[in-house]
């Protein structure tokens, strides 16, 4: 032992726990973080943390499960995720004041009231719904709109921000619906602006799920997209009231409706996207009862090229054969999705934001407007174009960097961002 004296107790932190089979879950609530260790693992910082000597602890390991357990690397791996430190060490700093809970985090929402908003009645509303809005769709497959319901010819530019501002309204439903299914675990989460590569999205730290049932992570997952097939069957049924005469929509609101639609087919098929961290990527991890799917299949891919260039693997002894077979497929499909992911940025994305570069351009130096569109269709395009793809781009590139820096600083770990 080199930091912690077997003769010694150590400081644990307060933590939370869950078993779950051959391996246990340990979570920082005030942190969100949250580890997978061995079951055992867990019966080793129970005794450390009820006042146990790591010596002490050691021998009792042995004599339970009759193994000789790798302490210094154990207690070491949890002290760099900060779960415990040294005798000896200071007390953490007392935490600042509490700060107000964020409206979109729920933090007043009670689980009990969360699981109403999700029990069986409500559900099955929602699937009388969605029912009623298929028979719909089969009676008539012609209003289900397509790519040409974004296609304006006029006012292009007041559709597409109406259009824009009442998808963004759904994209803050859905993650929303992610946060309702955490409290109904009993758990808590925050909605965030992030990245999936070069696209900005709206998405939703779960990671306090990994200290719920396997059912609860499940239904926290896909309530996310319920609520988007919900939203696009309510959006049908309007069009089909509509065209059946019970309505009478004013043209612009049914041209609004239907682009709203065809935004919720876009965010559903975003989902499918496996090789990005989507909610049906995480519905497969939690079905699989893989804890660090794309991490650990990164892993695998660099030592593909590590045994090329004779350097030393990361270490993944410790992923089940089982385990590793599914890593095996879904490297084919991570490096087949970023390699159209890339092809998509090259040949669409990055010519789209130079096209509206040059028109932007165009514009301050006077330039004569030529087409359908007018310059302020053409700036609210640019600015769109800028803000979500380059401003992706850029988040996507700074994440990059950031994962490099550190790799290089833990280049035999695998690293779960």
């Not at 891919?301 to 054969?321: A, E, F, H």
Request: charged share 20%; with cysteine; aromatic share 10%.
């Amino acid at each position: 032992m080199t930091e912690f004296a077997l003769d010694a107790p150590v400081l644990v932190r307060p933590y939370t726990a869950r078993r779950d089979g051959d391996f246990a879950v340990i979570g920082d609530d005030s942190r969100q973080v949250y580890l997978s260790i061995p079951a055992e693992g867990l019966d080793l910082l129970e005794w450390l943390r009820d006042g146990a000597t790591v010596g002490e602890a050691v021998r009792r390991f042995e004599a339970t499960h009759e193994a000789s357990p790798d302490a210094d690397a154990f207690l070491q791996a949890l002290a760099d995720e900060g779960f415990l430190a040294p005798a000896g060490a200071h007390d953490p700093p007392a935490a600042g004041p509490a700060r107000p809970p964020r409206a979109g985090h729920l933090a007043w929402l009670s689980p009990q009231a969360a699981r109403r908003l999700l029990s069986r009645p409500v559900l099955a509303v929602c699937g009388v719904i969605v029912g009623v809005a298929v028979v719909m769709a089969v009676d008539r497959p012609g209003l289900v709109p397509g790519p040409s319901s974004l296609m304006f010819h006029s006012h292009f530019w007041a559709y597409l921000l109406v259009v824009l501002g009442i998808a963004v309204v759904g994209v803050w439903l859905h993650e929303l619906a992610h946060v309702v299914g955490a409290r109904a675990a009993g758990t808590s989460a925050r909605m965030t602006v992030g990245n999936q590569m070069y696209a900005i999205v709206a998405q939703t730290d779960l990671s306090g799920m990994w200290m719920a049932s396997k059912r609860e992570r499940f239904v926290a997952v896909l309530v996310g997209p319920l609520v988007d097939v919900i939203g696009a069957a309510l959006l049908f049924i309007t069009l089909w009231l509509n065209d059946v005469g019970v309505l009478g929509l004013p043209e612009p609101v049914r041209l609004v409706v239907a682009g709203v639609l065809f935004t919720s087919f876009i965010r559903l098929l975003w989902q499918t996207f496996l090789f990005l961290r989507t909610d049906f990527y995480y519905l497969i991890t939690t079905a699989l009862d893989t804890r660090s799917l794309m991490a650990d299949t990164g892993a695998y891919l660099r030592n593909l090229v590590r045994r090329v260039l004779r350097r030393r693997l990361i270490d993944q002894s410790g992923v089940g054969r089982g385990e590793m077979r599914t890593i095996r497929i879904y490297a084919v499909v991570w490096v087949l999705g970023r390699v159209v992911a890339l092809a998509v940025l090259f040949t669409a994305t990055i010519p789209l934001l130079w096209f509206y570069l040059v028109r932007v351009v165009g514009f301050f130096r006077g330039d004569e407007m030529t087409g359908q569109f007018t310059w302020a269709d053409v700036l609210a395009l640019a600015i769109l174009s800028f803000l979500l793809d380059g401003g992706g781009t850029l988040m996507w590139l700074r994440s990059l960097r950031r994962s490099s820096r550190l790799r290089r600083r833990a280049p035999d770990r695998v690293l779960v961002e």
